[in-house]
Structure formats: C-alpha cells, structure tokens
C-alpha cells in the first residue's frame, strides 16, 4: 500500500511509553497505538470477546492481552492466542513521519493492513 491517503497523525513516537498502549479514536473508531520491539503498532481496541477495551491490558511478546478474559491478539495479525476469543481484531496500517521521539504517528481506520 502507497500514499497517506486516509492517514490521520494520532501521536508522536515520543508520547508512546514501549509496551504501554495509548488509546485514540479516529472517525468514532477506538484504536489501541502500541510502541514495542521497536515498530508501532495500530489494532481495534475493542476485544472481539466482548465489549471490552484492549489498551486496558498488558503488551508482552508483541501481543496484547484483553484483561477480562485474557486471550491475547497479536499486533501484527490481530489473531488470538486461544479462547475465548475466536475471531481476530482488525489491524491498521501505521506510517511514521520524521525522525526521534518527535517523529508524527499516522493511522489509517479506512484500511485495514
Ligand atoms: S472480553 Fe476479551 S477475552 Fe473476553
């Protein structure tokens, strides 16, 4: 995929504390921005379980764990590790724009990666 079309800065790098994720919403869709293992990630916030917001949880091994139940989604995929969730959560495509900690983080909702 080319171009920023559909890309809306969220943050910048500097604002992402690693494995701590931040929660945004862009056109009414919550999204979960997570820095880890050197890359950010962008992923639905909301668990495919249940109503429940995944930047609520805990980033380990490129995964996001859901606090209710505790199935985990993969930042790159959005896959569960197992029950209860079953289905995968949409993933979003990210671009960083610069350089350092002031480096713009961009989202796009209107693709999914
Ligand atoms: S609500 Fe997320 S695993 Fe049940």
Same mark, same amino acid.
């Given at each position: 995929m080319t171009g920023t079309e559909g890309f809306v800065p969220?943050? /910048?790098?500097?604002d992402l504390e690693e494995d701590v994720p931040r929660r945004v919403e862009l056109g009414g869709v919550p999204v979960a921005v997570v820095r880890t293992e050197g890359s950010v990630f962008a992923v639905d916030d909301t668990c495919s379980h249940a109503?429940?917001?995944?930047?609520?949880g805990e980033v380990t091994d490129c995964r996001i764990e859901?606090? #209710?139940?505790g199935s985990s989604f993969d #930042?790159? /995929?959005?896959?569960?590790?197992? #029950?209860?969730? /079953?289905r995968p959560i949409p993933v979003y495509p990210v671009k960083i724009e610069g350089d350092g900690p002031g480096a713009a983080v961009l989202v796009s909702v209107t693709q999914e990666s």
């Amino acid at each position: 995929m080319t171009g920023t079309e559909g890309f809306v800065p969220v943050c /910048t790098v500097g604002d992402l504390e690693e494995d701590v994720p931040r929660r945004v919403e862009l056109g009414g869709v919550p999204v979960a921005v997570v820095r880890t293992e050197g890359s950010v990630f962008a992923v639905d916030d909301t668990c495919s379980h249940a109503n429940v917001s995944l930047s609520e949880g805990e980033v380990t091994d490129c995964r996001i764990e859901c606090w #209710l139940h505790g199935s985990s989604f993969d #930042l790159r /995929t959005g896959e569960p590790s197992g #029950l209860p969730a /079953t289905r995968p959560i949409p993933v979003y495509p990210v671009k960083i724009e610069g350089d350092g900690p002031g480096a713009a983080v961009l989202v796009s909702v209107t693709q999914e990666s």
